[in-house]
Structure formats: structure tokens, C-alpha cells
């Protein structure tokens, strides 16, 4: 596109032309917002780093941010290998949880005896502690994909249900009577107000869902795996080899982040359509 | 008493009393009248005297606990789809544009057509909203958002509008301005009306006819004729019947309610 172009394109809605220009207070405002965090991320690694080689730290101890950098870039493939079951495992986990949550929300909200019958049920079920529970999974699932998947789910389709619930429920209620005075039918109602008012809520749900997603996977490889990067850190862990347990977590936050920046990517054009 | 074929709603003996946690709530005691087609009648009446209620019950939105509402004849038994309604808020869907949210009633009922949309125009230009049909309701005034909701009560061509308070979360200026531009859309769409409202000079300024109802018991005090001829224009507030009329309902509205204790 021609610069040309890109002005025209943007001269019918001013809006747009608001959010391409760039000024220097805004600069200064998201370098500040990007830089302060980094910089403080940064300060502490270095700490690390410096305290490590001050006091000359064993390495089965505490590894130096520089030899775990090290060790991640030396096993890559090894490590990616181990990434995939548990990035594969906690999107499975996730996506049956958005189903899932969103369906049973629906289900409570729709229906007064599954709202009675069942929401204080949900809510009690919270109180567990669910971690208590995972072995059980193993018991009755066995020691593949599903039983952690399953749990994986277990812990977190929970914020989906009541993010979305809250949402469904938050349409006014005057509106809710025009629908009625209108003829609507309660599938057109879902539709075209209840959920539409409901994506803010449901994607804070979700952004909950995955992080909790990936801890149910990892308690699981915890528990009983023969691969996934929860297995290599409890393996590694057997072995006293420290970098490999600290090379395995920068995996996961960066798979954990990813995952965390797709949810928000699916918000951001989410909400271009059906944002205030 | 008016022949049968010029009531457009009736409301005989009509009680409502609400089931709550702390017990019953009794929401209208008794309330009959007849309203004519084509009248625009103001029901008057301080907060919590039932007013709401007794729209909700004529829209068939709640059921009378005793009475009956008759609208063009029939029984309401269950919500009306000929009612046009506005509420104090505009309920405009904010992720829908001006125009999307004037053919909501529409979409909601099935497909909208060329018809429709040729008439969400023409209300739109009647309430001078057409040049913002793209825009979001965020990026509307509170006056732009409530005629956008006027424009979409009058949609579907009913044949009764049903007002519950729709300009008293604005300032007085709009208010005024909102109150100038419905006498001026009802004169070219006459409609039976029905407009709540605790605001004595809007009742009067806008309606043919004015209910005053009266807290604990909650009934029709008052059932007066609004002297003034149509089209009317802000100048009638100026004259001696309008101020007269408006002391006799202030009067008669405090005579009723019962002093804060």
C-alpha cells in the first residue's frame, strides 16, 4: 500500500487515523509501559547471574542464567521433542474446557432446574482441592494423554462456566423485555444479545483457562508420563541436573506465553466486532 | 365511557402484588380506565407508585394478579408484539451501529427486508440521525442514543408506544429538546400512547390526557383532559391554563404521596 493509499483508506473514519498516528507523548508512554518491565526482568537476571559467579554457586545448586541459556540452546530438539506432548495436551485440555464451560453456562442460565441442580454443585466442586485428585485420574484413565487431558480439563473449565455464566446473565434487563415484546425466540435471544454481551467475559474466562490448562498438564506428567516437559523436569530433577530443570521451565513460559498471546490475538479481533 | 370500537387499551379492576423474599409487595391496588385510539395519555405519579407495573402489565411483560387489560379488544395474556417500547435507558446494543440497532426489532423477528429498511431510514431522518447511522452508540450523546431508541420503538409500525420515564436520565436542556422532538414525530405518526413520566411539565406539554396515580394504595387519583390544541410548541408552557394545570397536579400529586417520615 502507498502512503497514498493508506491516508485515503483512512480519511472516512477518523478513528482509524487516530490510532495511525504516532506522536511523541505516545512513544514515550509505550516505552515506557515496554521498557520499565524489561529493564526490571533484565536487573534481576543479572543479579542472578552476578550472584552466581560472586559466590561461586555449584552448578547442581543454582545454574547462572548463562549456562541454562546455554543448555536450551544445546538440547533444542531434544527439548522441543518434549514440548510437543504437553503443548498438544494443554490446548486439547483448553478447547474441551471452552466447550465444556461455555455449554454447561448456557445449560444454568437457560434452564431454572439446572441452575438450581447444579450451580451449587459446580461451585462446591471448586473447593476441592483438585491437585488432591489427579492420581485418580491415572487410575481410572490409565497413563496416557487422556487421563491427563481430563485433568487438564478438570481444573480448568471452571472460570470458563462462570465468566461466561456472569456474562450471559449481565444483558439488561429492559432489554431482555424488549426481545420478548418483539416476539424473539430464546435461540435468536442467545445469539444475537446474550452472547455477543458475553465475549468480554468469556475471554477473561479463557485467558484464565489456558494457564490453568498447561498447570493440569504438567501435574499430570508430574504424576505419570513417559514425555512432556513436566516428565524432563521431575526427570531431570532425578538426576540433580539443574540446567535441564531450568532450560525445561524457560520452555514452558515461553509455550505458556505463546499460548497466553493467541487467546489474547482471538480477543483483540473478537471484540473489533462485538466491543462497545 | 367510550363506544367499543374507539378503545384502543383497557384496564378494569386491575391489581398486581408481587411475590417477594420479605413477603408480598403490592405494586398496583386498583387501577381502571379506558384509553381511545390515538390518545397520548401521560401517567403521573411519584417513584415506587406502580407505574412501571402497570406498563409492564398493559405490554403483557407481567400478568395482572386480578383484572383484566384488554388492547384492541383482546385480553393481554401474553407479551404484546404490536407495542413499541422505550425505557429511562436506551438498551442499544453497543457492538451494533445507529442503523442496526433501529432494525434490531426486526432482525429479531425474522429477515430484514428492503421494506424495513426503507422505514428505518425514514425514522431516522425524522429523528436527524440518518448522517450517523455508522456511528456506535458510544460515540452518541445520551439525547442521540434515546431518539435512536425511539426510532427503533417505532420500527415495527405499532399501534401502541409504550414510554417508560424515557428522558429522565437526561439533562433538562435535552430533556426538553427530546420532549419537542416527540410532539413532533407523534404529530406526523399518531399512535396511542402511553408516556410515564414524574416530570408534571413534560405530562402536560406532551399529552392529551393525564393519569395521576397515588402511592399506598397505589391507584388513579386523577384522570384529567389536557386543554391544549396540536401541534403544540414550547409556547404553551406560558400560558395561564398550563401553569394552573401544572399547580393543580403538583397539588394533587403531593396530597397523595405520603410525607417522607
Redesign the interface.
Given at each position: 500500500m502507498t502512503t497514498t493509499e493508506m491516508t485515503q483508506a483512512s480519511l472516512p473514519n477518523a478513528r482509524i487515523g487516530l490510532a495511525w498516528r504516532i506522536d511523541g507523548e505516545t512513544v514515550r508512554r509505550n516505552a515506557r509501559l515496554i521498557l520499565l518491565p524489561t529493564l526490571t526482568a533484565a536487573a534481576v537476571i543479572g543479579l542472578w547471574e552476578a550472584l552466581v559467579w560472586i559466590y561461586q554457586i555449584p552448578n547442581a545448586l543454582l545454574p547462572a542464567p548463562s549456562a541454562v541459556a546455554l543448555r536450551v540452546v544445546d538440547t533444542l530438539p531434544f527439548l522441543a521433542a518434549h514440548a510437543v506432548p504437553t503443548t498438544l495436551e494443554t490446548i486439547a485440555g483448553f478447547l474441551i474446557s471452552l466447550v465444556l464451560g461455555i455449554g454447561l453456562a448456557v445449560l444454568i442460565c437457560a434452564s431454572r432446574l439446572a441452575r438450581e441442580a447444579l450451580y451449587p454443585n459446580v461451585v462446591f466442586f471448586q473447593l476441592i482441592p483438585k491437585i488432591a485428585l489427579a492420581p485418580l485420574f491415572i487410575v481410572w484413565l490409565g497413563i496416557g494423554s487422556e487421563s491427563r487431558v481430563t485433568f487438564s480439563v478438570f481444573i480448568s473449565f471452571f472460570p470458563v462456566v462462570v465468566a461466561t455464566l456472569t456474562g450471559l446473565t449481565a444483558v439488561d434487563r429492559d432489554l431482555l423485555r424488549l426481545c420478548r415484546a418483539v416476539g424473539a425466540t430464546g435461540s435468536k435471544i442467545y445469539l444475537k444479545v446474550r452472547f455477543p454481551t458475553a465475549v468480554p467475559y468469556i475471554f477473561s474466562g479463557l485467558k484464565i483457562a489456558i494457564t490453568f490448562a498447561m498447570i493440569g498438564v504438567i501435574v499430570g506428567e508430574f504424576i505419570t508420563a513417559q514425555s512432556g516437559l513436566g516428565y524432563l523436569i521431575l526427570f531431570a530433577a532425578s538426576q540433580a541436573e539443574m540446567s535441564l530443570i531450568f532450560a525445561s521451565i524457560a520452555l514452558l513460559c515461553v509455550i505458556g506465553l505463546a499460548l497466553y498471546g493467541l487467546v489474547v490475538l482471538a480477543e483483540i479481533i473478537t471484540l473489533k466486532r462485538y466491543g462497545s | 365511557m367510550l363506544e367499543d370500537a374507539f378503545k384502543a387499551i383497557t384496564a378494569t379492576s386491575v391489581r398486581k402484588v408481587y411475590d417477594t423474599v420479605s413477603g408480598q409487595v403490592e405494586a398496583v391496588a386498583e387501577a381502571s380506565f379506558e384509553i381511545a385510539r390515538g390518545e397520548f395519555v401521560a401517567i403521573l405519579g411519584p417513584s415506587g407508585c406502580g407505574k412501571s407495573t402497570l406498563m409492564?402489565m398493559i405490554?403483557?411483560?407481567e400478568l395482572p394478579t386480578a383484572g383484566a387489560i384488554t388492547v384492541e379488544g383482546a385480553t393481554v395474556s401474553q407479551?404484546?408484539?404490536d407495542?413499541g417500547?422505550m425505557?429511562?435507558?436506551p438498551?442499544l446494543?453497543?457492538?451494533r451501529n445507529v442503523l442496526e440497532n433501529v432494525l434490531f426489532?426486526v432482525?429479531?423477528?425474522g429477515a430484514v427486508g428492503s421494506d424495513a429498511r426503507a422505514r428505518a431510514e425514514r425514522l431516522l431522518q425524522m429523528v436527524d440521525l440518518w448522517t450517523f447511522r455508522d456511528k456506535?452508540?458510544?460515540e452518541l450523546s445520551g439525547g442521540m442514543r434515546q431518539r435512536v431508541a425511539l426510532a427503533r420503538a417505532l420500527i415495527?409500525d405499532p399501534r401502541i408506544l409504550l414510554m417508560d420515564e424515557p428522558f429522565s436520565a437526561l439533562d433538562a436542556i435535552t430533556r426538553d429538546e427530546m420532549g419537542l422532538a416527540l410532539a413532533r414525530i407523534w404529530d406526523t405518526e399518531p399512535k396511542t400512547a402511553i408516556f410515564i413520566t414524574h416530570s408534571i411539565r413534560e405530562a402536560i406539554f406532551l399529552s392529551d390526557r393525564i393519569l395521576v396515580m397515588g402511592r399506598r394504595p397505589s391507584t388513579i387519583v386523577e384522570d384529567l383532559r389536557v386543554p391544549f390544541k396540536r401541534p403544540r410548541d414550547p409556547s404553551v408552557e406560558a400560558e395561564p391554563e398550563f401553569n394552573d394545570l401544572y399547580l393543580y397536579l403538583k397539588n394533587s400529586i403531593h396530597r397523595t404521596t405520603p410525607s417522607v417520615q
Open positions: - | 409492564l405490554a403483557g411483560l407479551p404484546q408484539t407495542a417500547m425505557f429511562q435507558d438498551t446494543l453497543p457492538w426489532p432482525d429479531m423477528r456506535r452508540p458510544r415495527n
